[in-house]
């Protein structure tokens, strides 16, 4: 079965990846040193540099994806307008418990609740293959005036308030000295979710750790009247995933001025709506060698509109 799930993954790389791997392996043993470092997402930060991307438009949201070539890279992003008439966010699913919701994938959280556009957000503590598990949501997760779970004061957030505008906040912030939540400050919110640490602050990339990864991450406008869903493919021969300060750059020149990541590795989907109605997962995903399998995870937060669009 592992030899089969590898074969699997190799080969949908494509020839010119698979032709430069074969190359490597059989040059100098430095070359092979320098590759296995990548693969096994022990490498150094590298500098972005992306060429201009196309846009397609589609009523409330824009949608893109690029490929960058060292480090070998392949990315998507969703661009919404939080002033898009009947715009409506979701963040979900409903819990079973405070705290704990059913684990459910993007694509069946989009169909479920309408989103044209949807992105896993919050980290987990249990990781399952299968939908409806009860899982334990890492961080803060809200929604219309309703917490799910709690903060955790370590790691930051995305915040939409009531007023139409985005901000990625440390959740210490929405603590009181008690460590409870701050309901006073919350009641200004309308959704949030937890992520992990920020990559870009004021327009500046920051530093953070060199481990290679699928990556989720979300961007803000510098207005905050602009989110970003960015979905990084990782473990290919032909996208290898990037480090925290690599997913800072891409956000900033995809137009971010603050960024954060949410859960990431193989729970990595970006998940629109088709024009004829169906459903695409935009990244492919890969987990236990496997590609283009799309995990169950904790929390979600979704976009839809209201009537035509």
Known sequence: MHRKRIYQSFKFICPWAFLGLVIALFSSCTTLSIVTEILSGRDRDREIALQPVHWQERGPLRYTS????????????????????????????????????????????????????????????????????????????????????????????????????????PQNSLLLPDRTP?????????????GFFPVLRDGIPLAGRGTRYPRSAVGVSQDGKILYLLAINGRLLDSIGTT???????????????????????????????????????????QEMELNFERAVATCIGFRITGAW
Request: some cysteine; proline content about 7%; aromatic content about 10%.
């Open 182 to 194: 701050d309901y006073q400050f919350l009641d200004s919110v309308r959704y949030a979710v937890g």
């Open 244 to 286: 925290e300060h690599e997913t800072g750059q891409l956000l900033s020149i995809l137009g971010a001025w603050e960024g954060i990541l949410l859960d990431g590795g193989g729970s990595t989907s970006l998940v629109i709506q088709q024009t004829d109605g169906t459903y695409t997962i935009l990244n492919h995903p890969v």
């Open 66 to 169: 690029g490929r960058i070539e060292n480090p070998p890279l392949s990315f998507w992003v969703v661009a919404i307008d939080l002033d898009s008439p009947g715009l409506q966010v979701v963040v979900g699913p409903e819990p079973l418990e405070y705290g704990i919701v059913p684990s459910i994938r993007v694509s069946t959280f989009a169909k479920r609740y309408g989103c044209f556009a949807a992105i896993n957000a919050n980290p987990f503590d249990r990781v399952s293959n299968r939908e409806g598990e009860p899982t334990r949501v890492i961080g803060i997760a809200f929604h219309e005036g309703q917490i799910l779970s709690n903060p955790i004061p370590r790691y930051w957030a995305l915040l939409i308030f009531k007023d139409g505008t985005a901000r990625i906040v």
